[in-house]
């Protein structure tokens, strides 16, 4: 993939929030560092569809309580 070929799928604005979590599917693993971008991707209708045909089982469990852990914010691209 050329350079800067994944820019075109992100926003203009790259800031994120970071928070250590772990995955979202059985065995829940812990120690997952998590990056969620504050502006949203626009996607099209069809690709939820697509996405969950691909995933028939779901790869989310409910939302877990934030405990002890931090959230940290910045506002800067990151590569």
Known sequence: MPDGALDVLLPPCTESYRYLGSTTTCPYATGV???VLTHPVQASAAAPAHYR???RQGNARAV??????RIAGDCHRWW
């Open 33 to 35: 560092r998590w990056s």
């Open 64 to 69: 877990q309580p934030l405990g002890d852990r």
């Open 53 to 55: 045909s691909l995933f």
